[in-house]
């Protein structure tokens, strides 16, 4: 009997897995929506009556669950790096000209792609089956949301038959459909809930929304564009993503195989005004090298693949009216107008709000009162102010002149030295800046303190709790609860959230102390170049000027910053407090050029040096981390459990292999 119930069980199982792949990728549906809900309630009934044949890929678990819970990171097998950006014909043609010339001349054939604005999604499958889903997050890590890509329709749990590798990583897109994105808003609206504004940030809020039941119900899509594996089908690009596309993952169908730089014409002038139809949002295209063994041989900058670029589609523009000006304080105490506009709709989103920049800018486009301004969106993303139609002024208009004082403070305000932005000096009393400080260092790449955003960081400073970071470590449950609306597990959660944060280590505490002229890529160099804090204090201007991408400018910020007592104090407080002010691997005493130039690959389970310490190590010494091997491969440092594939290719061009000893050794020497 039993064997009876599992087969009629599996059988359900493999036909509606069918009918969604038809109906969700191929859009040809063989049967009705109620036919498909018959079978659905009967498998739904069967596995509720034998629940020792439960399958989590079973599609009765597509409908998602009520269950909170939070998302852990997942450290990619390849870094999800960005694209470089063209805007004309002749950018793509040098970067089809650059890459024949690092093929020697070599030609190529071009793929040509449409450029989905969704959020980034990595999923991996084993044995056929689904394992996990990665957002991109920052390109090396990001979060595991397995539980809601599985809801997704048009993602198969179990690819169909075919010949995939045992274990492969595909790459794409997930998407909100316009129709979806416009009705998710008017339910909103309806529910005076702040709207989306694109239906690409509408998808990354879907993905990381804590129930996959809600996630299930807004209908997200997705569409994939890159095939990651050791043992590929095919050597190239455009028959991996068919390939794909018949084991049952979503491909785009517009994908074409271009062999001349008029086709490319061609193929950017037809789907600039074609992508206007499509039922998803696309704010580019791609275009890539086609053949695998070129773009292994073109390989990588430190940020983007040298074989592949996208094209962003020139800004549409409109005209609108100039309500108002408002003027924001930053964390570092810049002034930012910003253009209040009549609603606009743009790129189909409407825009309310363009930044002015700064007083420069305002004086250059010589805008007054009540103009009508053109708005375009660079890159299709943020409001931009590029004109003034002077034909519709007002005759009573006059000029908007920048403010003098801070409209936060009242401190008079001050214009920094060969830079067009104007400051409010009052940084330690200034509400805005004190809070904008508190919301940076608590941020996600920063110290990633859960539960505090914008409107809780400004909270905390009115409410008298912290008046600057370093009074987050000294804050209790009880002292939270004083807040409004702030309950008893909320503030247990922040509590916890700073707890946590004593194990974020030293390069992201260094971006997190809002440094001026600091960005994340700085503060991990100069994280690795010090080695620890007490390292970093004590460098001079000429040591840090001389650090590769920080220079006088920094150099000075970087001292003016240490030099202030206050912030000496603060340090001091979050050293106490525990904060990881050193490196696990330290810079300083393994910074050489021994390894200048190689290219290192690693594979494998490491006893002494996590994966991470030991590419840090690497760039620490000169060399360069690369994904696969290659005939340009120095060596591989290998680790337990080295991957058979890797093992074998690496013997096959006689790549010489080394183990973390011999390494050690290495760079020790």
């Not at 390109?139 to 038959?161: A, E, F, H, K, W």
């Not at 108002?324 to 107008?337: A, L, N």
């Not at 519709?392 to 305000?413: E, I, N, W, Y």
Request: charged share 25%; glycine share 8%.
């Amino acid at each position: 009997m039993d064997g009876n119930v599992k087969e009629q069980i599996e059988q359900l199982r493999r036909v509606l897995n069918e009918h969604n792949y038809n109906y969700y990728v191929l859009n040809s549906p063989t049967i009705s929506d109620k036919e498909f809900d018959v079978m659905l309630r009967k498998l739904q009934d069967l596995e509720a009556a034998h629940p020792e044949f439960y399958d989590p890929y079973s599609p009765t678990q597509r409908v998602g669950s009520d269950i909170t819970q939070g998302f852990k990171q997942v450290v990619h097998e390849r870094p999800m790096l960005s694209l470089g950006n063209s805007y004309s014909i002749e950018e793509v043609e040098d970067f089809l000209r650059r890459a024949q010339n690092g093929l020697g001349g070599e030609k190529s054939e071009i793929v040509g792609e449409l450029k989905f604005d969704g959020t980034s999604i990595s999923l991996t499958y084993e044995h056929g089956r689904l394992v996990r889903a990665v957002t991109r997050g920052d390109g090396t890590q990001g979060d595991d949301v397995t539980n809601n890509i599985v809801t997704i329709r048009s993602i198969p749990l179990q690819l169909n038959p075919g010949n995939w590798p045992d274990k492969f990583e595909v790459r794409g897109e997930v998407l909100l459909p316009w129709a979806n994105f416009e009705q998710l808003n008017r339910e909103r609206q309806f529910n005076e809930e702040p709207l989306f504004a694109n239906p690409r940030n509408a998808a990354a809020g879907t993905l990381k929304l804590q129930k996959s039941s809600e996630v299930a119900r807004r209908g997200l899509d997705a569409v994939f564009y890159f095939l990651l594996g050791e043992s590929l089908p095919y050597p190239d690009h455009y028959r991996n993503m068919k390939a794909v596309g018949e084991w049952g993952l979503k491909v785009s169908p517009q994908m074409t195989v271009l062999h001349s730089i008029d086709e490319v014409h061609r193929f950017i002038t037809y789907w600039d005004v074609e992508r206007k139809k499509l039922p998803v949002a696309t704010d580019g295209l791609v275009f890539k090298i086609n053949d695998l063994a070129q773009q292994q041989e073109l390989g990588f900058t430190a940020k983007s693949p040298r074989w592949a670029i996208a094209y962003k589609f020139a800004p549409e523009r409109e005209c609108t009216k100039l309500q108002s000006v408002s003027w924001e304080v930053g964390r570092t105490g810049v002034i930012t107008p910003v253009a209040n506009l009549s609603p606009v709709l743009l790129s189909g989103t409407i825009v309310k709000r363009a930044s002015l920049h700064n007083a420069d800018i305002i004086e250059s486009l010589d805008i007054h009162t009540g103009d009508m301004l053109y708005v375009e969106k660079g890159g299709e993303i943020i409001p931009k102010i590029v004109g003034v139609n002077n034909k519709m002024r007002q005759s009573d208009a006059v000029p908007v002149k920048f403010v003098t004082h801070c409209p936060a403070c009242g401190t008079p305000l001050v214009r920094i030295e060969g830079e067009a932005a104007w400051v409010c000096p009052n940084k330690y009393h200034c509400p805005p800046q004190i809070a904008g400080r508190i919301e940076h260092f608590v941020g996600r790449h920063m110290m990633d303190i859960d539960g505090i955003g914008e409107e809780m960081a400004k909270d905390l400073y009115d409410y008298g709790l912290v008046e600057n970071i370093a009074d987050l470590y000294d804050l209790r449950v009880e002292d939270l609860l004083m807040i409004d609306r702030l309950g008893i597990k909320s503030a247990e959660r922040i509590v916890n959230g700073i707890k946590k944060s004593l194990e974020v280590p030293y390069e992201k505490v260094v971006f997190a102390l809002s440094i001026p002229n600091v960005g994340e890529t700085t503060a991990k160099i100069l994280a690795r170049a010090s080695g620890s804090i007490d390292n970093l204090m004590a460098m001079k201007a000429e040591d840090l000027a001389s650090i590769n991408e920080v220079g006088p400018i920094i150099a000075d910020s970087i001292i003016e910053y240490f030099a202030d007592e206050l912030n000496q104090e603060i340090i001091r407080r979050l050293k106490d407090a525990g904060v990881q002010f050193e490196s696990k691997v330290s810079q300083s005493s393994n910074l050489s050029n021994k390894l200048d130039g190689k290219k290192i690959v690693i594979s494998g389970v490491f006893a002494k040096h996590s994966r991470d310490e030991y590419k840090m190590l690497i760039e620490h010494n000169g060399g360069k981390n690369v994904g696969s091997i290659s005939k340009n491969t120095d060596f591989v440092l290998a680790g337990e459990n080295m991957g058979p594939a890797k093992l074998e290719k690496a013997n096959a061009l006689g790549i010489k292999i080394i183990n973390e000893d011999e390494f050690l050794a290495m760079i020790s020497d």
